[in-house]
């Protein structure tokens, strides 16, 4: 412990939060507890903060600036169809184009509606949309492949995570995908699946916990 | 201490300024019932919030920020987490936030030990930075005032309190119309609604007789704060009194109770 540390903490002792009633409040609170929460992340990702403020900066939403936007979210929309696309025979290169339809669509829906221009409406927007073409190539997929006596086989990603992954429900699926591969912060994951932070949190420790056990980590 | 903070901020000198010895706490105390001992507490008061100051300070040097902010950060965190968990389950928090004029609506009927630790956890997450910004840097806090610093970072968690519960009430109400229209929402659902061990011993303290005949509502918190296991030192400082007004409250419950009883028997 340095020397500056150790003056805080008798500072600490010695101020309002020292009283023997704080005090003890104070240790109802696991220090883990609290440290998690001072390393909740920044309430939003580097592209969703540039995208926001081109728009804002843009006097109108032409081709132009939708278009900047769209190339500043691409990524994470790429991203999010990568994990979510059940490839079967699909080569990757097709994933991706399922990635430019929803850019294109998305691209589109910013030059019509310019309430568009905030962080959540911008991120809960572009999911809807990527997750209903990524759930309709999903139905087109398994309906093509067929098992022997002819009925639908679901098709099982490649790779023992990604089987893992398809494996929890709907709600801690979209949460690890968002977090974890797509790389948005638990805010921001709130925003575009309409939860609190703070479930959304609970919620990826449990899918974790259930990945760790999947994968006998 | 002394020197110059970055940014060329000079640190509030406590020895150099005149002190208001009577604290006014940022809570209403008009409520609180006669007790002796309230007049020891203006002294206590005073050194705490000179050291508080001296702790701003040190903090400023630092400029917010390092690991003397992260390590104060974090008892800021251990200690509003507690208050609001402790608010939220006795219902103080809707008190409070009708004093600041920001009340969100009523206590739902219904809520569980996940919920309040979520709600908990939002609030602090943002009060945190607000009482860094407004407060410290922004000199907010004031320690001639009156508040110290923990019921000043309290009043902010009370301003964070209201939007933090609306998103939870919109999610309740999500997580209702989902178990409408699918039943494998259960899984998810049950975790949320559950039965926990606090809210059956609310129950059943709100359904006993004398808990009804108790008149005030600090009487009816520090009796729901101790069945859970609050200590008398936890109770006065979540209800901004003396241990000793504690005491008073619960010992005069106690003997209502005990000659309603006699009466009716």
């Excluded at chain 1, 994933?95 to 221009?117: S, Y």
């Excluded at chain 1, 979209?174 to 609190?196: H, K």
């Amino acid at each position: 412990m340095t020397e500056n540390h150790t003056r805080i903490d008798e500072l600490i002792e010695r101020s309002s939060l020292g009283t023997p009633g704080a005090r003890r409040l104070r240790h109802r609170t696991p220090p883990a507890v609290a440290q998690d929460l001072l390393d909740e992340p920044s309430t939003m990702t580097a592209e969703t903060r540039e995208a926001v403020a081109l728009l804002n900066a843009a006097v109108d939403h032409d081709q132009e600036t939708a278009h900047q936007v769209v190339a500043l979210i691409r990524p994470l929309v790429l991203r999010y169809c990568r994990a979510r696309v059940q490839r079967g025979d699909l080569a990757i290169e097709q994933t991706d184009e399922i990635a430019d339809a929803v850019c294109a669509e998305f691209e589109q829906n910013l030059i019509t509606d310019p309430d568009l221009a905030d962080e959540p409406k911008i991120l809960s927007h572009a999911y809807r949309i990527a997750n209903r073409h990524v759930t309709a190539a999903n139905e087109r997929t398994e309906a093509e492949v067929r098992d022997e006596s002819g009925h639908p086989l679901r098709v099982k990603y490649s790779g023992a995570l990604a089987a893992a992954v398809d494996q929890l429900d709907d709600v801690k699926r979209e949460i690890i995908v968002l977090r974890v591969v797509v790389g948005l912060s638990a805010t921001e994951t709130a925003d575009v699946l309409g939860l609190r932070p703070a479930t959304v949190r609970v919620l990826q420790h449990a899918a974790l916990r259930t990945l760790r056990r999947t994968l006998d980590m | 201490m002394g020197g110059v903070v970055p940014g060329g901020e000079t640190p509030l000198d406590a020895a150099h300024e005149p002190a208001t010895t009577t604290p006014v706490s940022a809570l209403d105390l008009s409520s609180v019932e006669a007790d002796d001992e309230e007049a020891e507490r203006p002294a206590e008061s005073l050194e705490r919030r000179q050291a508080d100051l001296e702790l701003r300070n040190d903090l400023a040097l630092a400029g917010f920020d390092g690991p003397e902010w992260r390590r104060f950060a974090e008892e800021l965190a251990r200690y509003g987490r507690a208050v609001m968990k402790a608010w939220c389950y006795s219902g103080e928090i809707f008190n409070q936030c009708r004093k600041k004029n920001c009340y969100p609506g009523p206590s739902p009927e219904h809520w569980t030990d996940d919920d309040r630790d979520g709600l908990a956890d939002d609030v602090v997450t943002a009060a945190i930075i607000a009482f860094r910004d407004r407060a410290l840097i922004g000199r907010g806090w004031d320690w001639r005032a009156g508040a110290s610093l923990k019921t000043y970072f309290i009043g902010a968690c009370v301003y964070q309190f209201p939007n933090a519960f609306r998103r939870w009430r919109t999610e309740d109400q999500t997580w209702n119309q989902l178990r409408r229209l699918d039943p494998s929402a259960d899984e998810l659902l049950h975790q949320r609604h559950r039965d926990d061990t606090e809210d059956l011993a609310l129950i059943h303290l709100e359904s006993s007789t004398a808990f009804d005949a108790i008149p005030d509502d600090r009487t009816k918190i520090a009796m729901l704060l101790h069945s859970q296991g609050y200590t008398y030192p936890e109770i006065a400082d979540l209800l901004d009194t003396s241990v000793k007004a504690v005491d008073g409250l619960l010992i005069r419950h106690r003997k209502r109770a005990a000659s309603t009883s006699w009466r009716t028997s």
